[in-house]
Structures are given as C-alpha cells and as structure tokens.
C-alpha cells in the first residue's frame, strides 16, 4: 500500500504531573526542554525530516508552531484526537505522534511507515523488543508484555485511517477511561485476553501471542490491524514522570526548562 500524504497529528496537550511540574518547571511536558531543545520541537523536526508525512497538526495550548497547524488543546484526550482528525479525509491515513518522546528520529519515523506501506491495513502500531530498549536507553523504565514472540514494549505512534478513528469515538472515550483500572479494560478486552494474560505471567508467556491480541483489536475496532516490530528503541522512550527526568539526567541530559 502507498501512503501518498500522510497527516501527522502530535498530541501535544497533556499538562505535566506535580512531581514533574516540581523538577522541572515545565507546565505542558510537550514545553520540557532536553538539551536545550522542547520536546514539542524535537519530535516536530523528527516528522518534519522523516519525508513520510505532509501536513503536521499539534493540539495543545502553545505559541504558533513553524510549519505547523495548531489547533487549542480542548481538555479532553479524546476530544483531542478527534478534533485534529476531523481535519483530514475519510481514506486518508494519519500519524499520530505524542509531544514526550524525546528521541524520536527522521529515521524511525521513515521506517516505520515505510514498513507499514507494505501491508494492507486499518491501522498499524509499533512494538519494540524489550532488550533493544534496555540496551539503547538501559535506566529507562518501561512497561512491557511477554508473549509467545518474545517480550515487548509499545512505542508512541499510530498510523490509522481516519475514518476508523471518527466512527470509534465511542470506543475511544470508553478505552481512555479505563486506561488505569484493571477491570475497566478487561470489560474492553474481554475475559477470553485477560485470562490468557494473567496466566502468561504466572506459567508461561506462550500462552498469550500477538496474533491473540491483534484479533481482539481487529473485532474491537472493526478494523484491519497489524504490528510493526521496529528495532527502532527512540520511538518507545518517553518522559511523562519524575522517574524519567532522573534517569536521563543521570544518563548526562539537561532536562529541564530553560
């Protein structure tokens, strides 16, 4: 498949949590500055570089942006999301992209949807091996699943049609949610993924793959869906808390604001 003009979307509206807000000063974690540099323009840049996209559109209460459209962050994720893809046409495919992901490269953007251009899908999203993350950035913490493939991390982009996004607005509020209960996702899930899940961990991670939870999602969302397995680690690497300013600056970064 041909991705002939992407839409990059950068999610730029989230405000920095109170032990983040402490340490570094920064209000909107999109406004933190690593080495001088926002996270906002880093990952601008990356996108901007990668040749893979054409419009760029950030949602978030910010100055203008160069080369962008910026659309005023609603208080609402969702709402965020949806505002931004109503801007782009029905068949036409959008890249979203979190503001926090520090190392976000031309390269790993290009990549990754190259890779995607060459299967037919809905929507295709990254996962990262976890030893590659814990190589490339080894005092990071990162969240991550072992399957029957081997054991995973997400990474921060989503290529997606944009009418998949518009008729799931229902599902997407109920997701966001539930992002932080247990049984709130599992209701989203299914009890057939939360079992297999729980017990991958407590006998053996070949009890849980990808291909189960990819067509879990594919009947959630009425959609095609399929993974990009990138061992590009910079697309999996955020900063949303304390514990990661701390990390970085002991790895030798200046985190902070100016």
């Known amino acids: 498949m041909s991705f002939s003009a992407v839409t990059a979307i950068v999610l730029a509206g989230g405000q920095s949590k109170p032990d983040l807000l402490a340490i570094t000063g920064a209000p909107n974690r999109a406004l933190l500055q690593v080495d001088g540099e926002t996270l906002l323009a880093r990952v601008v840049r990356a996108l901007r570089e990668s040749g893979a996209v054409g419009r760029i559109i950030a949602v978030g209460n910010l100055a203008p942006v160069e080369g962008c459209i910026v659309l005023p962050d609603t208080g609402d994720f969702v709402e965020n999301v949806l505002q931004a893809a109503a801007l782009v046409e029905e068949d036409g495919y959008i890249l979203y992209a979190t503001a926090d992901t520090p190392f976000l490269t031309p390269q790993a953007v290009a990549d990754f949807v190259s890779r995607a251009s060459l299967s037919q899908a809905d929507m295709y999203y990254p996962i ?34 944009a009418d998949v996004v518009r008729r799931q607005e229902h599902l997407l509020r ?85």
């Open 128 to 161: 990262i091996p976890l030893e590659l993350c814990q190589r490339r950035f080894p005092n990071m913490p990162r969240t991550a699943l072992s399957l029957r493939e081997g054991t995973f991390t997400g990474g921060n982009l989503l290529l997606i049609r």
């Open 174 to 258: 109920r997701a966001f949610a539930a992002r932080k209960s247990i049984w709130g996702m599992a209701k989203i899930l299914g009890a057939g993924i939360i079992v297999r899940a729980v017990l991958s961990m407590l006998l053996s991670p070949r009890l849980l793959s990808i291909a189960h939870i990819k067509h879990r999602v594919q009947r959630l969302m009425n959609a095609t869906a399929q993974e990009i397995i990138t061992e590009y680690a910079e697309i999996g690497v955020d900063i949303d808390r304390a514990e990661h300013v701390q990390k970085l600056r002991e790895a030798g970064y200046r985190v902070g604001n100016a």
